[in-house]
């Protein structure tokens, strides 16, 4: 049972417009939440974060927000660039430092 | 080179032989990470680990032995290799009490 999921596995638009990337999970114990994104032949890498006691959290074109009561967080990313296309997961985690991830959106940003 | 590494960044093994993924971090995270990603199930944690002499098994463990004698390495033995652990293997760490985990490249392992 996935207790993290991200039930688009692909996302297209077009440069410039909002980029919306949706992750929902299961486990209410989870308390904070993560950004990553991927390119071919390389490790993830951070892009941003959230705890459970916030709602929202931005940094520069990106923002996360975090609803609670329907276990659901989303990423969007304004504007759209053509370096954006890359595959994005998000992780959810608890105490004990381990993360729990979903399957991953490919986004493919068109210019 | 600072950071965290993998070797090899690709291993072609036939099934039944033993295979030894190498990491490493330069940071002394005292957290470390064995993941694997397959499609369609996003990353997968295989084994972690604490601390030096303290590993724990995660989602899918099975196949896999780990061991971390110093806090920078922290190798993945694949004892008797199947198809079905042909994937793409990550390995990552973090500080103690921090919410990032540091990913490595990955290791691209096929067996035939």
Request: charged share 20%; net charge neutral; hydrophobic share 35%.
């Amino acid at each position: 049972d996935q207790q993290v999921k991200q039930n688009s596995p692909s996302l297209s638009v077009q440069e410039g417009r909002i980029s919306i990337l949706n992750c929902d999970y299961t486990n209410s114990m989870f308390d904070y939440f993560l950004w990553y994104k991927k390119y071919p032949a390389e490790g993830p890498t951070f892009l941003i974060s959230i705890s459970s006691i916030k709602d929202k959290n931005e940094d520069g074109r990106f923002t996360v927000f975090l609803n609670k009561s329907a276990k659901h967080l989303s990423l969007h990313i304004v504007p759209s660039q053509p370096g954006d296309s890359a595959v994005y997961f998000c992780a959810a985690g608890n105490a004990g430092n381990m993360l729990t991830f979903g399957g991953g959106t490919r986004l493919m940003v068109k210019p | 080179d600072a950071g965290i590494t993998q070797s090899p960044r690709y291993k072609i093994t036939e099934t039944g032989r033993q295979v030894t993924l190498m990491c490493h971090q330069t940071w002394s995270h005292s957290y470390m990470f064995w993941y694997r990603q397959d499609l369609g199930h996003g990353l997968r944690l295989i084994y972690y680990s604490a601390a030096a002499d303290i590993t724990d098994k995660g989602e899918v463990p099975d196949g896999y032995v780990v061991s971390r004698s110093k806090t920078e390495n922290f190798p993945l033995t694949l004892e008797s290799a199947t198809r079905s652990q042909t994937s793409v293997y990550f390995c990552a760490s973090n500080l103690a009490g921090t919410d990032e985990q540091f990913f490595g490249p990955g290791t691209r392992l096929t067996v035939l």
